[in-house]
């Protein structure tokens, strides 16, 4: 089993910035990928980024050059760098846990609102 908890969330105004962390309960080189996903009011759920064990990094369309995702494995914790933020990145920001072992984890969610 794998508990995470994200962090960071918070009101920022356009053209900000906010790092969005991911604690897990257990050592990442056991987690196959991890990902960033995000929902807004009235949408689906949508990856926003991810990373795999090996490094490998997947962004969306929308936030590449903008979002960095990372992780250090020292601290069990993966992170997400948001800079030049748009109101349109509003929502709960969830991290998320595949294990590619067993059943994929869901942290609570943490809110982002972006300000015009």
């Known amino acids: 089993q794998v508990q995470l908890v994200e962090s960071g969330g918070g009101l920022v105004p356009a053209g900000g910035s906010l790092r969005l962390s991911c604690a897990a309960s257990?050592?990442?080189?056991?987690?196959?990928?991890m990902g960033w996903y995000r929902q807004a009011p009235g949408k689906q759920r949508e990856l926003v980024a991810s990373?795999?064990?090996?490094?490998?990094?997947n962004y969306a369309d929308s936030v590449k050059g903008r979002f960095t995702i990372s992780r250090d494995n020292a601290k069990n914790t993966m992170y997400l760098q948001m800079n030049s933020l748009k109101p349109e990145d509003t929502a709960v920001y969830y991290c998320?846990?595949?294990?590619?072992?067993?059943?994929?984890?869901w942290g609570q969610g943490t809110q982002v609102t972006v300000s015009s």
């Open positions: 998320k846990a595949m294990t590619g072992w067993g059943p994929d984890y």
């Open positions: 990373i795999t064990s090996g490094g490998s990094r």
């Open positions: 257990r050592s990442l080189f056991s987690i196959n990928a």
